[in-house]
């Protein structure tokens, strides 16, 4: 069933979404056993060690490096940290989870009560986040025809769930706060939070409201996209707002997206309002986490995305829009940092525009950058100093890319220096005028401005065409008006 | 020679084998044999008469390197608890009636370090949930001071199997648990030593849970000089336990049995029972010998039954939970997993459901505060209020239980009735105190009654000193009362 939204009152209602994200950290090891953490492509059941399959008398150890990772994202996401915390056993029985209990922190989390800054059409958007703690995965069901069999592999690995307050309030600004933590995540290296190989998963609760009337929560799960996500989302807005519109009530329940329909439904399972039966973990001491272990571990504030945002904002006038284009990729990122401070106010803008355009466009091909900042500063002075035009300069940055070699030797092999001489210019246009009499003539004649635009534009590839690209073309134009004045002028006197 | 060779005390067969004065596999086959002529006793759930062969083989091919080994070629028995590398492990469990470990558990394989034979897997309540050894799925053991017929009377529990393999003579000691006094009402009931080291002392790896912050590896042998010998084996660091303590563990064999000056803690109202005259008595010759006697106040005993059962059913619902006839299959069948799971647990024994029952419902999200959470609460105000009285005392002294043996017949009216036994040890386990159980004296029935010493939390020396002075100044016969006769 579609809802027709524009029958709908939609205008008063307002939307309330809150993220529950697991995020797979990157350590080496699971999180309470020393089994590699590698699940994706390989052979089943076969990086496990008796406490991922749930074994008789096995005890947890817990991962250090985890530790420190889930450390490492709470202090970036401006959680305060919970220098006690402790781990619980939440008992739930699917045969993918090999106690038919999960170790996780629901008592006492290692960070609480924090706060991303995301940016939508360049207005900045603080999302609040309520808390973020460590717990395990559990394993896969795969299902056939006839069975079912489990692979343990991803058992333990270990996750880092982060809880936001229920205020996202339209779907750009959850794909938005998502995008944001991905890069935040992968800035400082505590997770590949690659979606689609499941690295980074977020259920979504929504329920919308209007003056006082609150509709109830339904959890969505099976969102693997943030195209998904932005389109349960919708779905869900209007699916409830339907209801209530008819003075109905929304079921409070879980429901699954459909990715080939793009709309949810009820779960069949009777998996709703389980009691975890929360309880200490007993083999676990409290996990002391010392001020001292804070200053060690802490991310630079420099090095995090958000704030690198506002500090480009602030210091280079970068819109968040394009800066945060360039910071979601490490390559292009570091190297704005690098070179910025070597480039003159006047041509930031042509220089931004260069990284995204060119540099990003490479690195998205061919997933990694030959060209170091201090080749591409050469270029780019080549680029401002005028000696060559943005079109060469584009050819040249390839060539760079392809061959290693160095902007000016490039452009050196190529002869692509540009054309700046006011004679040779001038010479250049004279030449074209005189090889193009029809042109010339239909522009005299011509009745419209469109017309004479597009002739001006023909004569001006010719010009270009003469001299192989390298002309300046400011000043082509330039002398081209001159000319074309000049004949137009004793075109009407003689 | 005069004695019998399973009459020896496991110091003397040892340090006999190391002399080369008598063959490890004649000893073997001794205690293989007496466990033979018991088995109606039901001691043992699995006998390893190859692998103990075997063991004891190959130890002395190498016994050059070997024979200086404490537990050298002593045969031991094992809790069926506790995960032995290819040796059926069934936790006295139909669930885990094939269970064939592919480990093998810290305590076993420390023991087996220092040259300790595993002669069989003992007889247990399921899971270690009981104090009889009467809620077993392989049968009930029966106390071997007592006779097989309808008279047979409970050797204790949760530790019954091996209470009833040391006091038979088939084993020179036997690895126990204690939760709740599994290791030393049994040992109490059957007339030996049980010990009881604190909390955190000793891996509990490989060790079956029951409930994890109360659960404790424990050793029962005929003397408390016996049971030194293997504890020292068993302790020590284990990476794989992150509960276990830093602590150097003490060398219990070499500590001196002291008693003049020592304060002894004693508590009122219980030795003014006619039944607990064994440990009144034992007090005043205690005191004799330079002792000073304090009067202490514990904290309620019928509180501190509550909270442990409280805690310990949670626990246990918790550690139970895995068992879903999917992992740790029946063969009982379904459509779902759900009924396949449901099917599979009315498999599990009937005592261990109904804790299962109630942790779950201590648990649950309506009940978590008023129930769980209190009885957390409870339980660290009890070892606070112990913590104190250890300021004043060295040691506390009571009896170990209220009475002896009672008939494997008896009919309890109610579950709570037999959790009620437990009052007099579980203090210790609440409040993480180690405690040791030493055979003090018989009933008018001819039947052992034990002593309980507990100390401060990891402080066993100054138990075991007081445990060594008793074991001097009123030793304990035990041949004198066996009566089984087959």
Partial sequence: MTYNTDQLQTNNWKLKVGLEVHVQLNCKTKLFSSAPAIFDNVKPNHYIQLMDIGALGIMPQLNSAAVIKALQTCLALNLKINQSSSFDRKHYRYPDSPCNYQITQHFMPIGVDGYIHTWINNIKNTVRIQRAHLECDAGKSIHTKSYSQIDYNRSGIALLEIVTYPELSSADEVVAFLKTLRTTLKAINTSDANMELGQLRADVNISVYKDTLQGARVEIKNLNSLNSIKKAIEYEKDRHIAILEQQNTVLSETRLFNVSTNRTSSMRSKETAADYCYMPEPDLPTLNITAKNIEEYKIPSNQIPSNICEYWQKQYGIEPNEAWIMIEVPEVRQLFIDTIDQISLENRSAYVNFLIGEVLAYINTHSCLPVRSASLLELMNCLFSQQISLRQAKEVFSAMCASGQSAKEVIKEKGMLQINNPETVKTIVDEVVITCPDEVKAYLNAQSDALRKNLVRFLMGQCMKISSGQANPKLVSQYLSLKLKQISDEHKSG | ?486
């Fill in chain 2, 1 to 486: 020679m005069t004695k019998k060779i399973t009459r020896f005390s496991l110091q003397e067969i040892v340090s006999l084998m190391q002399k080369g004065e008598v063959s490890p596999l004649t000893v073997l086959n001794e205690c293989l044999n007496e466990i033979y002529n018991t088995k109606l006793l039901n001691a043992y759930i699995t006998v390893c008469e190859k692998e103990s062969m075997q063991e004891a083989e190959k130890q002395l091919q190498e016994i050059g390197k070997n024979r200086h080994l404490s537990l050298f070629c002593a045969p031991i028995a094992v809790k069926d608890l506790f995960c032995t590398k290819d040796i059926r492990t069934t936790a006295a469990s139909n669930i885990l009636r094939n269970f064939y470990p592919s480990y093998e558990s810290t305590v076993t394989q420390n023991i087996k370090n220092h040259g300790a034979i595993i002669i069989g897997k003992t007889n247990m309540d399921a899971f270690g949930m009981g104090g009889s050894n009467t809620h077993s799925d392989f049968g009930a053991c029966i106390n071997p001071l007592t006779g097989l017929d309808k008279q047979a009377k409970v050797p204790g529990g949760s530790s019954g199997g091996s209470a009833a393999a040391v006091a038979s003579y088939t084993a020179y000691g036997a690895i126990s648990s204690d939760t709740g006094g599994s290791t030393r009402m049994p040992a109490a009931f059957c007339g030996i030593v049980g010990v009881m080291p604190s909390w955190g002392r000793i891996s509990r790896w490989g060790m079956i849970p029951y409930a994890s912050s109360l659960d404790r590896p424990g050793v029962m042998a005929r003397s408390v000089t016996d049971s030194c010998i293997i504890l020292d084996t068993m302790m020590g660091q284990d990476y794989c336990d992150m509960t276990l303590s830093s602590l150097t563990p003490p060398k219990l064999s070499d500590i001196k049995p002291a008693i003049k000056g020592k304060r002894i803690g004693f508590i009122e109202h219980i030795l003014l029972e006619e039944e607990n005259k064994h440990t009144k008595h034992l007090l005043l010759k205690l005191q004799k010998e330079g002792a000073i006697l304090c009067p202490i106040q514990v904290p309620d005993l019928d509180t501190a039954i509550a909270t442990y059962y409280t805690i310990s059913s949670a626990e246990a619902f918790s550690n139970m939970n895995r068992y879903d006839g999917i992992r740790y299959h029946t063969n009982r069948k379904g459509h779902t997993t759900d009924e396949i799971c449901y099917n599979a647990r009315n498999d599990i024994n009937i005592e261990v459901r109904r804790r299962i029952a109630i942790g779950a419902y201590v648990l649950s999200s309506k009940n978590h505060d008023d129930l769980y959470l209190k009885a957390r609460k409870i339980r660290n105000e009890i070892t606070s209020k112990l913590d104190a009285i250890f300021q004043s005392v060295d040691v506390v002294i009571l009896p170990t239980t209220r009475r002896e043996a009672f008939n494997i017949s008896h009919n309890f009216c109610n579950p709570v009735e037999l959790y009620a036994e437990d009052k007099l040890t579980i203090l210790a386990n609440l409040a993480n105190l180690p405690g040791i159980s030493i055979p003090t004296g018989y009933t008018d029935n001819k039947l052992p009654i034990g002593t309980q010493i507990w100390s401060k939390t990891f402080d066993e020396v100054s138990m075991i000193e007081i445990a060594k002075a008793i074991e001097l100044i009123c030793p304990f016969s035990l041949n004198s009362g066996l009566r089984y006769d087959i």
